[in-house]
């Protein structure tokens, strides 16, 4: 029976006073399966992943932390992409766990990839869904500087997030507002942090890094985006030639939740292979 944990475990960052903080982990499925590490995107926290891993992945061990500046993990920066490659080196390394097949969304494939380039002996496959590789600087200054907001009531933020997530479940909506609204004063705010947000947008608009050689991976692009480039799909199957497969969705950018199913055959198929 699968079961449900939410346990804090280490990363690399350190408060003032020089004691390590912890990356908050929301952990699901089976404590002996094969590990899977779920990366969210800008603006999010793990426990997005929370339905497709406890409908769909209960055979894997799923840990899916709130990447700095998100959820409950520590907001202090940097917030760089080598500074969450190494935040997530350090949660594989505090499982005890060999080898991961990671699988990124949006801005947490971005990451996924300084991660196999960190430490490639710890990642034994990349799932890249959507990946944030093709951020222009006026869209990305654009995001950043709205990243800074709050709602007078609950039912606003309701509005503006089924606005974001046109081919998303009301209930998923509401998983969304449960997790990651708070309240402000009179007021209601997501829960990350905007300054890690703006530096996340800033590091979307870095030139785009390749998988390592030797590491395998399925790139997920949405069909109906223009995240990630055909020059980009190109250069990554020149560059990891069999190690390499694409495998377009026609969605939106959302993708794990707006077809769960096909996601999770994606990722199950990858991981068993």
Not at 5 to 12: K, V
Not at 68 to 88: F, N, V
Not at 203 to 214: S, T, W
Not at 229 to 248: H, I
Request: include cysteine.
């Amino acid at each position: 029976m699968p079961v449900r944990r939410e346990p804090d475990r280490p990363a690399n960052g350190c408060d003032d006073s020089g004691v390590p903080q912890p990356l908050h982990v929301h952990e699901y499925g089976r404590a002996d399966g094969e590990v899977l590490l779920l990366l969210h995107g800008v603006h999010g926290h793990g426990a997005r992943w929370r339905r497709l891993a406890e409908s769909r992945l209960t055979d894997f061990r799923v840990l899916a932390p709130d990447l700095r500046g998100h959820g409950q993990s520590p907001k202090e920066p940097p917030w760089t992409l080598e500074q969450h490659a190494a935040d997530l080196l350090a949660v594989i390394e505090s499982q005890s766990a060999d080898r991961v097949t990671v699988v990124g969304h949006s801005f947490g494939g971005v990451v996924a990839v300084h991660l196999a380039l960190l430490a490639p002996q710890r990642v034994s496959g990349l799932v890249l869904l959507d990946p944030a590789i093709h951020v222009p600087a006026s869209d990305a200054l654009k995001n950043a500087e709205g990243a800074w907001r709050s709602f007078a009531t609950r039912e606003e933020a309701a509005a503006e997030q089924r606005g974001s997530w046109p081919d998303v479940a009301d209930e998923v909506i509401e998983d969304e507002l449960d997790a990651n609204l708070v309240r402000d004063g009179d007021a209601w705010r997501p829960r990350y942090s905007p300054a890690a947000m703006a530096g996340a947008w800033s590091e979307m608009c870095r030139a785009p890094a390749l998988p390592p050689q030797g590491v395998r991976t399925l790139l997920v692009p949405a069909l109906r985006e223009e995240f990630v480039p055909p020059e980009y799909v190109r250069a990554c199957r020149y560059a990891l030639g069999d190690d390499f497969e694409a495998a377009g969705l026609n969605c939106g950018h959302m993708q794990y939740l707006e077809r769960p199913d096909d996601v999770a055959e994606l990722i199950v198929s990858f991981a068993g292979g």
